[in-house]
């Protein structure tokens, strides 16, 4: 299963940016689809994911300002950020969980390319 992450780039302190995950190949079923980043010197975290089931968790950092949604026929899910800070710069990677169509439905993990996501105070 392939990742195509979309929608980074840079922008002001305060503004907003959108990023879209698509994910493609033999799929069967994905479980959950999120987003990760990783800033210079730092440790990849997660920033927020959301489960087939609608259930959704966020870093405290980005609550009330980061939106997920996700389009279960399109496989894509999107992250919309709001009220952007310089301390959300960072490369962006879209993760996805799920099931492979093929014979035993084996399971995969895979993730985006990353997208450069820098705000400028």
Do not use: H
């Amino acid at each position: 299963v392939q990742l195509q992450a979309s929608g980074g780039g840079l922008v002001q302190a305060g503004k907003s940016l959108k990023l879209s995950c698509r994910a493609s190949g033999r799929i069967f079923s994905i479980n959950v689809m999120g987003w990760y980043r990783q800033a210079p010197g730092t440790q990849r975290e997660l920033v927020v994911r959301i489960r087939s089931d609608g259930r959704v968790d966020y870093v405290d950092s980005v609550k009330g300002r980061f939106t997920i949604s996700r389009d279960n026929a399109k496989n894509t899910v999107y992250l919309r950020m709001n009220s952007l800070k310089s301390e959300d710069t960072a490369v962006y990677y879209c993760r996805a969980e799920g099931f492979n169509r093929d014979s035993i439905l084996s399971q995969f993990t895979s993730w985006g390319q990353g997208t450069q996501v820098t705000v400028s105070s």
